[in-house]
């Protein structure tokens, strides 16, 4: 598989360029706290949605649907938690406790959004993101 042709790797791509350019999207009426997150949401997604395409790929995993719990009289477990949890039974902690830290950047960045994010928040976010493609590897076939 030549992950770089695939969309989860070129949003990856993608964040990385937006964090490197961000100055030049920060005019007098767009403040950086639109930009920067911005850049966490990306990173997130980026991190979330491979770490999904690497599971199907590995394992066929499928995310389970609200009422597919119900059926089986289980508790709701969200899709993002499903992937984070799976990510450990294949012995991917680093990779689910960094999505887990990017889930939680994300929902101060998209929620809260009279809170400020810090540099280090957004450098965080990248560095969660790229430990998460970093673990997670595709073999080119």
Not at 5 to 13: A, G, I, T, V
Not at 86 to 96: G, P, R, T, V
Request: aromatic share 14%; proline share 2%.
């Amino acid at each position: 598989m030549n992950i770089e042709k695939y969309p989860q790797y070129q949003l990856y791509k993608f964040t990385l360029l937006l964090e490197e350019n961000k100055a030049m999207y920060i005019k007098p009426d767009i403040e950086s706290r639109a930009v920067d997150g911005t850049i966490i949401n990306r990173a997130y997604y980026s991190a979330y949605s491979y770490a999904l395409l690497w599971l199907e790929e590995i394992s066929g995993f499928k995310l389970k649907q609200k009422w597919e719990y119900e059926s089986e009289g289980k508790k709701y477990v969200s899709e993002h938690r499903q992937v984070r949890d799976c990510l450990i039974k294949y012995e991917k902690m680093k990779a689910s406790k960094n999505l887990y830290e990017l889930h939680r950047l994300r929902k101060k960045a998209d929620y809260k959004l009279f809170n400020p994010l810090t540099e280090k928040e957004i450098n965080d976010s990248i560095k969660y993101m790229e430990n998460v493609l970093n673990e997670l590897k595709f073999e080119n076939k």
